[in-house]
């Protein structure tokens, strides 16, 4: 990394720090954990709403995806890539919460930075980095994991679980396409102008730096907690 970088990645973390408050408590809102601990019975069209909702309101999620299609042209590049990631959280959200396998959230949210990071430093030219469809397919399995642990630390009736996690599942895959159509949109955008090589460097200089942010604020929660 340039000395150029490294300082502003110092000015951003420092920056980005008043915000740390909000990431330790990213989770499922307070109301929705009210119906999610009290429902019984499969119902579809509100699972399928908080899925969408917890999807487009992950900040961690969200910035993760725009690395991974930030220097993506091709339409049949970008679904490939989204379908590898949405497969692989899928496997681990449902997979997650029915089997009952728990994974504690502040090391899943901390990789789940340090998989920000990688990706902004994969996006700034870092070599020696594995077949980037693999890391996408293993980094959406950990995303996964991250969703599940939110559900998890609730009491979810058993009557209707599987059901319900399904269609919560299929939210978070409506929630993700309505994502990655906004960030196509400002993507397009950015490539149209005449500074798009710098904006995008600069850019993934700050993706760089609130996925270690994101990293340092989940650790330090893992051992003080």
């Not at 679904?79 to 089997?99: D, E, Q, W």
């Not at 058993?158 to 990655?180: H, K, T, W």
């Amino acid at each position: 990394m340039r000395p150029r970088w490294i300082l502003r990645l110092a000015v951003l973390v420092a920056g980005l720090i008043p915000l740390a408050g909000a990431a330790l408590a990213h989770g499922v809102a307070e109301g929705d954990q009210g119906f999610l601990q009290g429902v019984t019975g499969v119902h579809p069209v509100p699972f399928m709403y908080l899925g969408a909702k917890h999807m487009v309101t992950g900040y961690d999620h969200l910035l993760y995806l725009a690395g991974v299609i930030f220097y993506l042209r091709a339409f049949r590049d970008v679904a490939a890539f989204v379908s590898l990631f949405a497969l692989g959280h899928s496997i681990t959200l449902l997979f997650g919460v029915l089997s009952g396998l728990h994974v504690n959230p502040y090391l899943v949210d901390a990789v789940i930075g340090l998989s920000v990071c990688y990706k902004a430093l994969e996006n700034l030219g870092a070599r020696g980095f594995p077949d980037p469809r693999l890391a996408v397919f293993g980094f959406g399995l950990v995303h996964g994991f991250g969703l599940s642990t939110k559900l998890q630390d609730l009491e979810l009736a058993r009557d209707g679980l599987v059901a319900n996690m399904i269609y919560f599942n299929i939210g978070v895959e409506i929630g993700q396409a309505l994502a990655l159509g906004v960030l196509l949109i400002l993507l397009g955008t950015l490539r149209r102008r005449d500074t798009a090589p710098a904006v995008g460097q600069n850019a993934n200089v700050v993706l760089f730096a609130a996925g270690l942010l994101l990293f340092g604020v989940q650790i330090t929660g893992f051992f003080v907690t």
